[in-house]
């Protein structure tokens, strides 16, 4: 049997961590307006990052914290578990057009 590395494994379907940020916002009834006056971002800012345009910055994963009350570690390893799987399904895509 072939050993079989992280690289190798491509995951199936990534989801932004939007999603998770909506579910929670939902489940708490925060509303946008409430991460707004929370980060200090503008409501622009904000809309984006809900729609998936935008990543969790850190000041985004502290600000998520005090209003979802989920620790900001999680924040930020469900972005770059995000990035990582999408770069991992874009280098796979390259080796199978090679």
């Not at 946008?32 to 980060?39: E, H, M």
């Not at 409501?43 to 979802?68: C, F, H, N, Q, W």
Request: glycine fraction near 6%; charge should be positive.
């Amino acid at each position: 049997m072939m050993k079989q590395y992280a690289n190798d494994m491509t995951p199936g379907d990534v989801f932004h961590p939007c999603e998770t940020i909506l579910d929670e916002m939902e489940a708490c009834g925060v509303k946008q307006v409430d991460l707004v006056r929370a980060t200090g971002y503008n409501k622009s800012s904000i809309s984006l990052l809900l729609k998936g345009d935008r990543g969790i910055t850190i000041p985004i994963a502290i600000a998520l914290e005090k209003v979802l009350q989920i620790k900001a570690e999680f924040w930020i390893r469900l972005q770059k578990n995000y990035e990582l799987n999408r770069e991992l399904i874009e280098l796979k895509k390259h080796k199978n057009a090679s």
